[in-house]
């Protein structure tokens, strides 16, 4: 572990855009998070520098993932941020191994000292499931739907020790994958054991995904975009459980999202992407403005479930909606919020939430994602920025760290960043 | 505003389950003597999980198939008895966009043949004056007939998919749009862009909609009135702002819950007391609770809950109160009481139930 951190820190003094992801851990984690209580600063689990994923469909280069950095520190939440098509699936496959041939992946990721890029896919599964593990949007096509769910944790628990440490007898392997159930909270866990996955909600299926998942102690799970097909209130539930897990067992967890309501609300650190690049990222709390005195957890506790901190939330939120344009400011002021990308700012504005009058218009922006194969030279979100100007349409803005700023790790790519003074009311039309 | 658009009364719709593998067969009631109104130029919205049967209740209302009792009033015409050309002519202006954009449009066809198919089912002859029309749909769903015409739905975004669903609902002409978990799977920007779309039709044309959504936050923009629904029973009917500031029924407040708040995280206390309920699973419609639906869930139930099925009426304290109040129907034995909130906007501390609970967990961690 000590061997990824010593070339981090190299990295960090050479390209600045790496700077916000390597002090994030060392900033924000320790006293703030529970989760991450135990030590002073928390390891990177995963650390991810430079990774680029690029197809070459009939003779054009399309860069699905274009120098992506962050690290994952363990015993936290990392959320990856983005529409369809911003890379954010694609670079958590790649890490994983799991992208078709054709996908081109250069760059570094270190997963617990081991780098995965660039490893045969036999070297590879020595790590997924022990080291890492992964769950998807839907869980009813990642099970196999003739085997009964719980011989298929077994299986999964007896194919994993085999590649290493002593093997596991069959009935202990059943012994274990119970417990599991038990774990992701399933009822009658023995009963469960024998049923087949169309026997179960969707949300039953998704846990029997989780303990899969678990079965090994991943010190990384990778959840792409695990609660999307779920019902609201199972999707609260799951995250629940998750966020549970990660306490009990404290593993990181890498979570692939396009909500950024429940990143928002799950997640310690936020990378947002845009057309394959990182436009924004850094520490949830200093992105969307928790209430500032939430120093420890019980503080949180019993200042949260009172009524106190909704009304300042809420009066926020009305405040912007009875203003004649709205604004993406209703998203970026809900709660003195410290989003400064207008990408970011626009995401937000656009969540759904309960604090917003009836039929005032949504803050949008126009248009569409550019072409991947032909990257605009300057900001990928330049035609779409109310914002933007000549420069940003000629030249790229790097992802650099925020100077100004007090919350440390916030990072953007912009020429042209919303202050935290100055209300985003403009962004509306 | 003298008469509802849309009355249904008593919808029963039930399917015959085959036992299968493990799974119980039955008669699954998948909506169980549902009743609303849509008025004219309203938006209700039905709320509710997977399996509550809030889509089946959009398909009874539109005769597809018929409801096995309960009857539907569209327009003052009695949909129950009519069939053929009769019964297309009563519904033509009633139409419906679902949730997947990609499946709901005919991959064969391109764009303005999909928007033109209704033209020529309503009878417009010429194929000139079906073009024209073609062109002023798809500008009124933010599309170009020369860009968007000719293409097919693989070729378009899920975005695009929708607003040319959007435009075909639209050339019927339609009084009443039913839009099923429409926006559910698109991308937050995208569907900001639709609801707003919707939500200019619907003051640009008069428009009323029967929205069917499993997430209240997103519902929250368009709705005039709410409906949560429940294992094939309406919990709680009301306008759509005090059903968000004062829910009555115990279910409301557990989907208002679920949502994700960007300005706090989940704390310790709300995962504890929710966390109870994590472990009761969702009931089989087959077999469904005996009296109150949702008392495996829910934290305020007793024995009268079993025995007895709560009806949906305004709840004891608005007898007295305004004509507003008695709007708002609750089908619960022990409703959340509906004092009024300090802020307008802030929801309740979801009252007694959960305050115990809250009180409980906060004593253990000190």
């Not at chain 1, 061997?3 to 190299?10: D, I, R, S, V």
């Not at chain 1, 990642?142 to 719980?150: C, V």
């Not at chain 1, 009524?307 to 400011?329: C, E, K, M, W, Y």
């Not at chain 2, 033509?92 to 499946?103: G, K, V």
Request: net charge positive; proline share 8%; charged share 20%.
């Amino acid at each position: 572990m000590t061997a990824a951190a010593a070339p981090t820190a190299g990295g960090r003094a050479s390209t600045p855009a790496a700077a916000g992801g390597a002090s994030t851990p060392a900033a924000a984690g320790g006293a703030s998070t529970p989760a991450a209580a135990g030590g002073a600063t928390a390891p990177a689990v995963l650390e991810v520098r430079e990774l680029s994923v690029r197809y070459r469909p009939r003779g054009r280069v399309v860069h699905a993932v274009d120098g992506l950095s962050y690290s994952v520190p363990a015993g936290r939440t990392v959320a990856i941020i983005g529409e369809s098509g911003s890379g954010k699936t694609a670079s958590s496959r790649a890490i994983m191994g799991l992208l078709p041939r054709s996908a081109e992946v250069s760059g570094s990721a270190v997963l617990n000292g081991t780098e995965l890029i660039g490893l045969r896919d036999r070297e590879l599964r020595r790590h997924r499931g022990r080291d890492v593990a992964m769950i998807f949007q839907d869980p009813a096509r990642s099970l196999n739907p003739t085997m009964r769910i719980g011989p298929q944790i077994a299986e999964a628990i007896r194919a994993h020790r085999r590649r290493g440490g002593p093997a596991v007898s069959r009935s202990d392997a059943r012994d274990r994958a119970v417990e599991l159930l038990r774990l992701v909270r399933l009822s009658a866990p023995a009963q469960r054991y024998r049923e087949y996955p169309h026997q179960l909600s969707g949300g039953m299926r998704q846990r029997v995904m989780i303990a899969m998942a678990l079965s090994c102690s991943p010190k990384l799970l990778i959840a792409d975009e695990a609660t999307t097909a779920l019902d609201v209130t199972t999707q609260a539930q799951i995250m629940r459980l998750l966020t549970g897990l990660q306490g009990q067992l404290g593993m990181a967890i890498l979570m692939i999202s396009h909500d950024l309501g429940l990143a928002a609300s799950f997640a310690d650190d936020v990378v947002v992407m845009y057309a394959g690049r990182v436009v924004e990222r850094g520490p949830a709390r200093a992105l969307f403005g928790r209430p500032a005195a939430d120093g420890c957890g019980t503080d949180t506790a019993i200042g949260g479930s009172l009524p106190q901190p909704s009304p300042s939330g809420a009066s926020a939120g009305a405040g912007a909606g009875a203003g004649a344009g709205a604004g993406a400011g209703a998203g970026a002021g809900a709660g003195g919020g410290g989003v400064r990308m207008p990408y970011t700012s626009a995401l937000l504005g656009a969540v759904p939430r309960l604090d917003r009058a009836a039929h005032t218009p949504l803050p949008v922006i126009g248009g569409r994602p550019p072409d991947l194969s032909a990257p605009p030279p300057g900001c990928a979100f330049a035609a779409r920025c109310p914002r933007a100007d000549e420069r940003c349409a000629a030249e790229r803005p790097e992802l650099a760290e925020d100077s100004t700023e007090d919350a440390a790790g916030h990072a953007y790519a912009c020429w042209h960043p919303l202050t935290a003074s100055a209300p985003t009311t403009g962004e509306a039309s | 505003m003298t008469e509802p658009l849309l009355q249904a009364r008593d919808l029963v719709q039930e399917f015959t389950v085959r036992g299968q593998g493990g799974v119980r067969g039955g008669v699954l009631q998948a909506v169980s003597g549902v009743g609303l109104d849509v008025w004219p130029g309203e938006t209700l919205s039905v709320v509710g999980e997977t399996g509550s049967g809030k889509s089946t209740l959009a398909r009874s209302i539109m005769q597809a198939p018929p409801p096995k009792s309960g009857e539907v009033i569209y327009q003052g015409v009695t949909l129950g008895g009519l069939r053929g050309a009769a019964l297309r002519d009563a519904r033509r202006s009633m139409q419906m966009i679902f949730q997947d954009p990609y499946t709901s449009l005919d991959p064969l066809w391109p764009v303005a043949r999909i928007v033109a198919e209704p033209l020529r089912a309503a009878g417009v002859r010429s194929r000139a004056g079906r073009r024209r029309q073609v062109g002023q749909l798809l500008e009124q769903v933010g599309l170009d007939l020369s860009v968007h015409g000719r293409r097919r739905a693989r070729e378009l975004s899920g975005g695009q998919c929708q607003r040319v669903a959007i435009a075909r609902a639209l050339a019927a002409g339609p009084a009443l749009i039913i839009a099923d978990e429409a926006v559910s799977s698109l991308d937050v920007l995208v569907q900001a862009q639709v609801l707003n779309l919707l939500e200019g039709l619907r003051t640009e044309l008069g428009l009323s909609y029967l929205f069917i959504a499993h997430d209240l936050a997103l519902v929250k923009q368009v709705s005039d009135r709410v409906a949560v629904m429940y294992l094939g029973r309406l919990c709680e009917v009301g306008p759509a702002d005090q059903v968000y500031a004062r829910p009555l029924h115990p279910y409301t407040v557990e989907l208002l819950d679920a949502v994700p708040r960007i300005e706090q995280r989940d704390q310790p206390a709300r995962e504890t007391a929710a966390a109870e309920r994590d472990r009761a699973e969702a009931p089989s419609p087959v077999s469904p609770p005996s009296g109150c639906r949702f008392r495996t869930r829910c934290p305020r139930a007793q024995a009268k809950c079993a025995a007895e099925t709560p009806l949906l009426a305004p709840p004891a304290e608005a007898a007295t109160a305004s004509a507003a109040a008695t709007a708002h129907a609750v089908a619960c034995h022990f409703p959340l009481t509906a004092k009024p909130a300090a802020e307008p906007t802030a929801r309740p501390s979801a009252g007694p139930a959960k305050t115990a609970g809250l009180a409980k967990t906060t004593s253990t961690s000190q």
